[in-house]
């Protein structure tokens, strides 16, 4: 044996791991991704954060993030889009949307949370010149959450008063009634035959049930506008404050409570769901009412309106943008499996939307045969359908308080998760952004939600005064609209075309063992970016002045919207901007800097930044 050969091989391994390391360290953040090369890495070394709390199980992320995805809106939203825009046709622009443009990016979040187990503000060390996206996801959340848990607080305000000795939207005899309050009481054959009596009533008359949500719980009749907010309604703040109590209960100690909480708040709806659609095939009037539902037209796919609702709908209902998302995933161990958690969440999500269309039809068809009119009169989404329409229809069945109970127990269910989500986006983004000042400081995680939930509370009850419903609808119109699609736009530019995909694909290997495939790929980098700017520059040039019920909204209050939403858009460029001028070097390493991983920063201005501009970085798929 050559003495001398033992020496060479251990030179040239180890110069050759050398070489290796340094390759590594430019292909992926923090450490290697490639197993192929590395083998088996500890989890741990890919965050900063080794003592980062982890869900208590993989079914506590999954049903945070399912209670997330189905909300209100699946409820409320859904199946009036699908009737008035075809039925069953509905469906197909409904599916190519999901398909190609919500689910990717969920699917995004998901490993981007779940490989940085960061916060939605500090993951963007990957990628520092985009940090404002993160501000952006965050203010964003936290802007919804100020009239969000104001429908749980009218939802509680229902459920109280539907164990009253008898419902108080049934009748016209309350001191909140007017003149114009109608009980409609026919039925059957007599409906029918005064069906066109009925639909001229219906224009000139309010239902009792109107009028109580109007009048009783809103008191709209004490404010004329903006002009006159009033002073908050006693019986809101409070329930406001018990909505407030409970999402801090769920949310002080962190995953380790929100994920038992989801438990009951994520499964409960859908066995209240399914009583109530039991219930409702019991019903005069419900068969036609699903056939109102589900009749396809489709002459209506020629609409480019049907195909925006489409867009709009899946969009918002997946939740991509919010930074929700991101912050849940940050809890996941390493080795999670979120491909199959965006798989399983997408088909529970969609499976909820037209499930709550079959329930809410019953009883629209019911009210549709029980007052004679079409269902044209009585179908409509939003509050309306919630707190005007249900309340009527259920008001006239046997044990009437069991099924209001029922139902707005189930709204509270629905939406508590998707609350807590949002405020824990905030919570996370920003403890994770500023953690040298909570670091080392007891109770530092109760005191800074405890804070949060009061700023929140703070400003949700100006939505409880008589004037509230008009703030209300300025912020439902501007909080989430065009800024939550320019934060998952830049998310996907982002991530796309400056971390990059191969590096991105080598983070999903390294987690969950398989790379991406084509499709996800190129959904990422294309389609799905450009299905936003679209319905970004449809909402741009198809905006309509500010209008609710009767009452127009004053140009000043419009700008209040504008600046709301921009607010949150413009952290983008200002952050991209202060990122760059904080970066010392010339122009050309300040830019690749700010579009590097910072633990690559080093590296890039010893190697004189040739690899951070290669083409093929810009054009992988």
């Given at each position: 044996?050559?003495?001398?050969?033992?020496?060479?091989?251990?030179?040239?391994?180890?110069?050759?791991?050398?070489?290796?390391?340094?390759?590594?360290?430019?292909?992926?953040?923090?450490?290697?991704?490639?197993?192929?090369?590395?083998?088996?890495?500890?989890?741990?070394?890919?965050?900063?954060?080794?003592?980062?709390?982890?869900?208590?199980?993989?079914?506590?992320?999954?049903?945070?993030?399912?209670?997330?995805?189905?909300?209100?809106?699946?409820?409320?939203?859904?199946?009036?889009?699908?009737?008035?825009?075809?039925?069953?046709?509905?469906?197909?622009?409904?599916?190519?949307?999901?398909?190609?443009?919500?689910?990717?990016?969920?699917?995004?979040?998901?490993?981007?949370?779940?490989?940085?187990?960061?916060?939605?503000?500090?993951?963007?060390?990957?990628?520092?010149?985009?940090?404002?996206?993160?501000?952006?996801?965050?203010?964003?959340?936290?802007?919804?959450?100020?009239?969000?848990?104001?429908?749980?607080?009218?939802?509680?305000?229902?459920?109280?008063?539907?164990?009253?000795?008898?419902?108080?939207?049934?009748?016209?005899?309350?001191?909140?009634?007017?003149?114009?309050?109608?009980?409609?009481?026919?039925?059957?054959?007599?409906?029918?035959?005064?069906?066109?009596?009925?639909?001229?009533?219906?224009?000139?008359?309010?239902?009792?049930?109107?009028?109580?949500?109007?009048?009783?719980?809103?008191?709209?009749?004490?404010?004329?506008?903006?002009?006159?907010?009033?002073?908050?309604?006693?019986?809101?703040?409070?329930?406001?404050?018990?909505?407030?109590?409970?999402?801090?209960?769920?949310?002080?100690?962190?995953?380790?409570?929100?994920?038992?909480?989801?438990?009951?708040?994520?499964?409960?709806?859908?066995?209240?769901?399914?009583?109530?659609?039991?219930?409702?095939?019991?019903?005069?009037?419900?068969?036609?009412?699903?056939?109102?539902?589900?009749?396809?037209?489709?002459?209506?796919?020629?609409?480019?309106?049907?195909?925006?609702?489409?867009?709009?709908?899946?969009?918002?209902?997946?939740?991509?943008?919010?930074?929700?998302?991101?912050?849940?995933?940050?809890?996941?161990?390493?080795?999670?499996?979120?491909?199959?958690?965006?798989?399983?969440?997408?088909?529970?999500?969609?499976?909820?939307?037209?499930?709550?269309?079959?329930?809410?039809?019953?009883?629209?068809?019911?009210?549709?045969?029980?007052?004679?009119?079409?269902?044209?009169?009585?179908?409509?989404?939003?509050?309306?359908?919630?707190?005007?329409?249900?309340?009527?229809?259920?008001?006239?069945?046997?044990?009437?308080?069991?099924?209001?109970?029922?139902?707005?127990?189930?709204?509270?269910?629905?939406?508590?998760?998707?609350?807590?989500?949002?405020?824990?986006?905030?919570?996370?983004?920003?403890?994770?952004?500023?953690?040298?000042?909570?670091?080392?400081?007891?109770y530092s995680r109760e005191i800074f939600t405890l804070v949060i939930i009061i700023m929140s509370f703070s400003v949700a009850t100006i939505n409880v005064t008589p004037g509230g419903i008009y703030m209300f609808h300025l912020f439902d119109t501007y909080s989430a609209g065009i800024s939550l699609l320019c934060s998952a736009l830049f998310?996907?530019?982002?991530?796309?075309?400056?971390?990059?995909?191969?590096?991105?694909?080598?983070?999903?290997?390294?987690?969950?063992?398989?790379?991406?495939?084509?499709?996800?790929?190129?959904?990422?980098?294309?389609?799905?970016?450009?299905?936003?700017?679209?319905?970004?520059?449809?909402?741009?040039?198809?905006?309509?002045?500010?209008?609710?019920?009767?009452?127009?909204?004053?140009?000043?209050?419009?700008?209040?919207?504008?600046?709301?939403?921009?607010?949150?858009?413009?952290m983008i460029p200002l952050v991209a901007i202060i990122q760059i001028v904080k970066t010392k070097g010339t122009c050309k390493e300040k830019l690749a800097l700010s579009i590097s991983p910072i633990e690559e920063h080093e590296e890039i201005r010893r190697t004189k930044l040739a690899s951070r501009?290669?083409?093929?970085?810009?054009?992988?798929?």
């Amino acid at each position: 044996m050559n003495v001398n050969s033992t020496p060479k091989t251990a030179s040239w391994f180890t110069e050759d791991l050398h070489v290796q390391l340094e390759e590594d360290e430019r292909e992926s953040f923090v450490l290697s991704t490639s197993s192929s090369q590395a083998g088996e890495v500890d989890p741990d070394s890919y965050t900063a954060d080794d003592n980062r709390e982890t869900w208590g199980s993989n079914t506590d992320f999954l049903l945070s993030i399912i209670g997330f995805a189905v909300d209100l809106a699946n409820v409320w939203r859904f199946p009036y889009l699908c009737y008035r825009n075809g039925g069953g046709a509905f469906l197909v622009p409904y599916t190519l949307m999901l398909v190609f443009g919500a689910v990717p990016l969920f699917y995004m979040e998901l490993i981007l949370g779940q490989f940085n187990r960061q916060g939605p503000v500090s993951l963007w060390r990957i990628c520092p010149l985009f940090k404002g996206v993160g501000f952006c996801a965050v203010l964003v959340a936290f802007y919804v959450s100020f009239y969000y848990n104001v429908i749980l607080a009218w939802a509680l305000y229902f459920l109280g008063s539907s164990i009253s000795s008898e419902l108080p939207w049934v009748h016209c005899n309350n001191t909140w009634n007017t003149e114009q309050c109608w009980e409609n009481m026919g039925n059957g054959s007599i409906a029918s035959v005064n069906a066109s009596l009925n639909k001229s009533m219906h224009n000139s008359k309010n239902t009792p049930a109107s009028e109580f949500f109007n009048r009783a719980v809103l008191e709209m009749q004490w404010s004329n506008g903006l002009h006159e907010m009033g002073y908050p309604k006693w019986q809101l703040v409070v329930c406001l404050l018990v909505i407030y109590s409970l999402l801090y209960i769920s949310l002080f100690k962190g995953v380790k409570s929100s994920g038992k909480v989801v438990w009951v708040t994520a499964t409960m709806p859908y066995v209240v769901l399914t009583i109530l659609l039991i219930r409702g095939l019991m019903l005069p009037g419900a068969i036609s009412g699903i056939s109102y539902y589900l009749n396809p037209k489709l002459t209506k796919l020629k609409e480019t309106q049907v195909w925006v609702d489409a867009a709009v709908q899946i969009f918002y209902s997946v939740g991509a943008g919010f930074g929700v998302h991101l912050s849940y995933a940050s809890y996941n161990t390493f080795h999670n499996n979120c491909y199959r958690d965006c798989i399983i969440t997408t088909i529970v999500n969609c499976f909820t939307s037209f499930f709550s269309g079959f329930v809410i039809f019953t009883y629209l068809g019911y009210m549709s045969h029980k007052q004679g009119v079409h269902i044209n009169e009585v179908a409509t989404e939003g509050p309306g359908l919630v707190f005007q329409v249900y309340p009527e229809a259920v008001a006239t069945l046997p044990g009437s308080h069991l099924w209001s109970v029922l139902f707005f127990f189930m709204l509270i269910m629905l939406g508590l998760d998707s609350a807590m989500g949002g405020l824990e986006c905030v919570i996370t983004g920003l403890m994770d952004e500023f953690s040298n000042f909570f670091k080392d400081k007891k109770y530092s995680r109760e005191i800074f939600t405890l804070v949060i939930i009061i700023m929140s509370f703070s400003v949700a009850t100006i939505n409880v005064t008589p004037g509230g419903i008009y703030m209300f609808h300025l912020f439902d119109t501007y909080s989430a609209g065009i800024s939550l699609l320019c934060s998952a736009l830049f998310e996907a530019v982002a991530v796309s075309w400056f971390y990059g995909l191969d590096r991105f694909s080598q983070d999903v290997e390294a987690m969950i063992g398989i790379r991406p495939g084509l499709y996800w790929r190129i959904c990422w980098k294309f389609i799905s970016p450009s299905f936003i700017i679209c319905v970004v520059m449809f909402g741009l040039f198809d905006h309509k002045p500010l209008i609710y019920n009767d009452y127009s909204y004053p140009g000043w209050a419009e700008w209040v919207g504008w600046s709301l939403a921009l607010s949150s858009i413009l952290m983008i460029p200002l952050v991209a901007i202060i990122q760059i001028v904080k970066t010392k070097g010339t122009c050309k390493e300040k830019l690749a800097l700010s579009i590097s991983p910072i633990e690559e920063h080093e590296e890039i201005r010893r190697t004189k930044l040739a690899s951070r501009f290669k083409a093929k970085h810009w054009l992988y798929v």
